[in-house]
T-cell receptor, first 114, second 115 residues
Framework: KNQVEQSPQSLIILEGKNCTLQ??????????LRWYKQDTGRGPVSLTI?????NTKSNGRYTATLDADTKQSSLHITASQLSDSASYIC?????????????FGTGTRLKVLA | EADIYQTPRYLVIGTGKKITLECSQT?????MYWYQQDPGMELHLIHY???????EKGDLSSESTVSRIRTEHFPLTLESARPSHTSQYLC??????????????FGPGTRLLVL
């Protein structure tokens, strides 16, 4: 069964600190892995996308890594800001029968405190 | 910021009313999706379309229906709203992508409350 699991479920950190969010998946056949940021009451916004051959991708203070062998990904946030408070969703897509299927994780809720 | 729009953003309505949630995108994407998301929970696919006159049910059973008469427009309708329909509804569209990089773009969502 295709699954995406994220940890921790929630996280509270102080402004300026770094943090790392985890994503483990069992999705086949793997096509790509994307991290989204979702502010409360808004739609998800893409942060990074990685295909099988990529093991790291950065977007400003966000750096995602992918280990396709262990089927793990992480999202590292550097020098956190209050605006980083949001849910971070890991989404893995599988390409099968000529179409993409998206498997969503339950997300990690990050709260950054002043 | 993606060019995908949803209206209304918020809707409070009584039980038994018929409602239509609007979704439109100006990116010319063939594929469009509707997701349902309860607070703090994951997104669940309820409908999708791969083009005009194409609609399919998603993984989560839903009493809603959709139509796709125009490429840019993918409305969702509830014939008789019930409190169990209270949720956030997210519309998305996706491009063709290259090299395995098909990307979904999400609208801002509609938060529905049925009393």
């Amino acid at each position: 069964k295709n699954q995406v699991e994220q940890s921790p479920q929630s996280l509270i950190i102080l402004e300026g600190k770094n943090c790392t969010l985890q994503c483990n998946y069992t999705v086949s056949p793997f096509s790509n892995l994307r991290w989204y940021k979702q502010d409360t009451g808004r739609g998800p916004v893409s942060l990074t996308i990685m295909t099988f051959s990529e093991n790291t991708k950065s977007n400003g203070r966000y750096t995602a890594t992918l280990d396709a062998d262990t089927k793990q990904s992480s999202l590292h946030i550097t020098a956190s800001q209050l605006s980083d408070s949001a849910s971070y969703i890991c989404v893995v897509s599988a390409f099968t029968s000529g179409t993409y299927k998206y498997i969503f994780g339950t997300g990690t809720r990050l709260k950054v405190l002043a | 910021e993606a060019d995908i729009y949803q209206t209304p953003r918020y809707l409070v309505i009584g039980t038994g009313k018929k409602i239509t949630l609007e979704c439109s995108q100006t990116m010319g994407h063939d594929k469009m999706y509707w997701y349902q998301q309860d607070p703090g929970m994951e997104l669940h696919l309820i409908h999708y379309s791969y083009g005009v006159n194409s609609t399919e049910k998603g993984d989560l059973s839903s009493e809603s229906t959709v139509s796709r008469i125009r490429t840019e427009h993918f409305p969702l309708t509830l014939e008789s709203a019930r409190p169990s329909h209270t949720s956030q509804y997210l519309c998305a569209s996706s491009d063709r992508g290259r090299g395995g990089r098909e990307t979904q773009y999400f609208g801002p969502g509609t938060r529905l409350l049925v009393l």
